[in-house]
């Protein structure tokens, strides 16, 4: 047989128009509707980090330089090259983080109580920082 | 209701005019549903399989080139996504001979119909249509009720040019056979 023959068998093509479309329930579309508005409110609130990897990255190095400074770049003050800190002292070789701070002429002489205010000062902040990102990361998930 | 153009209805939908979107889903909602219900064979997934593609629809309308046909493009989205739940069979090979047997009960078929009310046949019309193999309902459906050409079938399923021709001819013996065995069994319910 032919494909015009089926194409033109009025039998079949009478069964089919008879039995017609089937029809789906009555809140078809607005299940989709209502699907396509919640998506949409969704997207209003995609996560965007509230600080982004680079500035993170510029954080991180200041951050970890001004510790490193305080730690051991004024190790000089205490006992020769090593690092003296509350009567603790530890033989560390300071001069590459001297040498930093050097290149960009930056030296200042720093009491203990400012040099420990500024450790903590550091630590809450970045500590802060942290718990801040993940409570928004988790709020928009 | 009467519809204008898809590609008028499209065009609001990428201006972000959502009810022109329900539009086109109440215009095209029951061949979408009637595809789904061929692969599906249950009414529930197949409203789901209809509203995902719907949505993927939605979701992928700016890629849609306005110069082709849109319900080409929805049917195949439909056909793929109740595929993709329900694993696609393989078409087996069918020899043209075998349709012979069609068309000896086409006669006796006919007039039993013709003494049934019209939604009692309606009903074993549908029964009859829902026994017949995914493909074969999809590509019946298509051919027949929504007179889609062979090459629009070859786009919405995948299948070759013979492949939805053997669809066809073993759908249609497979039809009569199943509204036969229909018949036979409600005149035995009936006596």
Known sequence: ?141 | MNYREDNFYISKVLQGNLSSFAILVEKHKGMAYTLALRIAKNQEDAEEIAQDAFMKVYNSLSTFKQDSKFTTWLYKIIYNTAISRFRKKHIDSYSMEESSMADSVHEQDDDGLDILHHQERKRIISMAISRLKEDEGVAMTLFYLNENSIKEIEEITGFTDSNIKILLFRGRKKLLFELKKILKDEIVDMI
Do not use: C
């Not at chain 1, 039995?19 to 579309?29: C, L």
């Not at chain 1, 949409?40 to 982004?52: D, G, L």
């Not at chain 1, 040099?115 to 920082?129: C, D, G, H, P, V």
């Open chain 1, 1 to 141: 047989m032919s494909l015009e023959e089926i194409k033109k068998d009025p039998f079949i093509k009478s069964l089919f128009d008879e039995g017609g479309k089937e029809h789906p329930s009555d809140k078809f579309t607005d299940q989709i509707i209502n699907t396509i508005k919640a998506q949409s409110k969704e997207s209003a609130f995609v996560y965007t980090p509230v600080i982004s990897k680079n500035v993170w990255l510029v954080i991180a190095f200041f951050g970890v330089s001004l510790f490193a400074y305080l730690l051991l770049g004024s190790a000089e003050q205490g006992q020769g090259q090593g690092l003296n800190l509350y009567g603790y002292s530890l033989n560390v070789d300071t001069s590459i983080i001297k040498g930093v701070f050097s290149k960009i002429a930056f030296s200042f002489e720093i009491s203990p109580i400012l040099k420990t205010s500024l450790l903590a000062l550091i630590f809450f902040t970045f500590s802060n920082l942290i718990i801040f990102e993940l409570r928004s990361r988790s709020f928009f998930k």
